[in-house]
C-alpha cells in the first residue's frame, strides 16, 4: 500500500480534478436535461421532434464515441478550446439525454389534472411546466435522476484518455507507467477515490428523497 | 479499455502503414540478416540461461506498436530495433531466432509485472533504466541511448528549446500519459495547464496538426517517424535535454543472466548496427548509435 500512502498528495490532486468535473457536469447536464425534457412535453411540434432526436442520437451512441466527437471531430471544423471543456461538454450532452428521459418519466407521472388545472386558471405552458408540473416532477424522480448522474461520476474516469488529464484515473498512469508502482494498489487507491465521490453522492440523494418525498 | 474504440483504429491504421513498409523495403535481406544461431553454447546448468536453452524457447516482451522499435504487422512476429535485439540474445543462446522466440506484448504499464510473475525471460521495449524501475526488476544493457527533444509545426518560431515553454504559457504541449517524457518536460512548465496528456503519441500529433497543442514532446527517435511523415510540416527544435538509457529488463538479482547479455551484445556489434540500419535507421535524420558501455550488473 505504499504506492498509495506515499502518493496521497497525487491522488489528492487528482481527486479535486475529478470532482470539480463532476461538479460541473452534474450542473451542466441537469439544467440541460431540464430543458430538453421541456422540449418533448412541449406543444410545438418542432420542439418535440428536436428533443426526441437529440435523445435518439446521444443516448445511443457510446460515450468514447461523443467524446471523440468532440476532442478530434471540434478542432477539425476549426472550433478550437481546451480539451477540458471539450470533454466536458461531451459528457454534459451524453449525460442531459438520459436526464431527460428520467424527468420525462417523473412529468408523465403527475396526474393531466395539474397541468389542466394550471391551464384553467390561465397560466401559459412555460407557467404550466415550471410553476406546478416540473416541481412535483423533480420529486418522484429523485432516485432515477439520482442513478444517472452515479453513471455520470462513474464515466468521467474516461475524460482522461481525451486529453483532459490528470484526473484520478490518470493518477494510476502515472504512478504504474512512469514510478514503476505495482498496478493493484495503485489502482485500489484510485478505486477508493470514486467510492468516495459515489457513495457520497448516494447518501446526500437518499436525504434528499426523504426530504422532498411527497405525502401520500 | 478507455478508448478501445481510438485504438483499435489506430493499431488498424499502423498495422497497414507497417504492412506497407515492410512490403517496400524489407522482404530482400532479411533471412540472411538475422544472426547465426551459437551451435556450442553452453552455460552451467541451474542457470537462466541453461533453463532458457533447455525449455527451446525465449520469451520476450515488446511492444507491439512503437514504429522501428516493436510494431506487429497482421499475421506475422513483431518487427524493429527492440526485437532484432531480442534475436541477437536468441542466437547466442544457441536457438534460432526466427523461430525460437515466443513474444508476448508489453505495453508500459505491465513491463515489471511480466518479469516479476515470469510470464516473460527479458522485456526489450523502447525501456528506459530508471531507479524506480530497478526497485522491481534488474537492466542489463543499455544498448541505445534516446533523448528527449520538442516537436512543433513548422512555422512555429516561438519554441525554440524547452526553456521557452516557461516563458510562453499559452503554448500547450502534448505528451502521453504515464510516459518518461511526460514526467521530464513538467519541470520545464509555467504550469500543470500547460500539459495535454493522451493515451498515444498519433493522438497528439492529430491535435498538433489541427493547433489544438503547440508542441508534441517524446524521445527523439519517436518523432524524427512523424517529422519524416509530416512533409515538412513539423520540426525539430533545440538539442536533446535528457538521456533515455534503453535496458532489457530481467528478473531483478538475476546477474549472471545480466552479464550474458551485455557481452552477447558487445560479441555482436557488426549484428546491432545492421539491427539498426535495418530497423529504426531507416527513418530520415536518425543518426545510426554507437552500443553503449553496459552499466555494471547488480
Known sequence: MEAVTDNLDLYWSGFLRSLGICVWALVGSLALGTVIAGFRVSPIASLRAFGAAYVTVLRNCPLTIVLFFMAFGLPELGINASFYTFGLLGLVLYTAAFVCEALRSGINAVSAGQAEAARAIGLTFTQTLSQVVLPQAFRTSVPPVGSVLIAMFKNSAVLGAFGVGRDLFSVSDRLVSAQGQEYIPVITGVAVGYLIITLSAGGLLALLERKVAIAR | ??????????????????????????????????????????????????????????????????????????????????????????????????????????????????????????????????????????????????????????????????????????????????????????????????????????????ALGNGQVDVVTTDNVILLGYVGDSDGAYKLVGEQFTEEPYGIGIKKGDTEFCEFINTALQDNEDAYLEAWENTAGKVEGTETPELPEPDACA
Open chain 2, 1 to 206: 479499455m478507455r478508448t478501445m474504440t481510438f485504438r483499435a483504429t489506430a493499431a488498424a491504421a499502423a498495422v497497414v502503414l507497417a504492412g506497407s513498409l515492410a512490403a517496400c523495403g524489407g522482404d530482400d535481406g532479411d533471412d540472411s540478416s538475422a544472426p547465426e544461431p551459437n551451435e556450442d553454447a553452453t552455460f552451467e546448468a541451474g542457470t537462466t540461461m541453461a533453463k532458457i536453452q533447455e525449455a527451446g524457447t525465449l520469451r520476450v516482451g515488446t511492444k507491439f506498436d512503437q514504429p522501428g522499435f516493436g510494431l506487429q504487422g497482421l499475421e506475422d512476429d513483431p518487427e524493429g530495433f527492440d526485437v532484432e535485439i531480442a534475436k541477437i540474445i536468441a542466437a547466442e543462446l544457441g536457438l534460432d531466432p526466427e523461430s525460437a522466440i515466443e513474444y508476448t506484448q508489453a505495453p508500459s504499464e505491465v513491463r515489471e509485472q511480466v518479469i516479476e510473475d515470469g510470464d516473460v525471460d527479458m522485456v526489450v521495449a523502447t525501456y528506459t533504466i530508471n531507479d524506480e524501475r530497478k526497485q522491481r526488476i534488474s537492466f542489463a544493457g543499455p544498448y541505445y541511448t534516446a533523448g528527449q527533444m520538442l516537436m512543433v509545426a513548422e512555422d512555429n518560431d516561438t519554441i525554440t528549446a524547452p526553456e521557452d515553454l516557461a516563458d510562453n504559457p499559452d503554448q500547450q504541449v502534448c505528451s502521453v500519459n504515464g510516459s518518461t517524457p511526460s514526467e521530464n518536460i513538467r519541470e520545464y512548465l509555467a504550469s500543470e495547464d500547460q500539459l495535454t496528456l493522451f493515451d498515444e503519441y498519433s493522438q497528439c500529433v492529430d
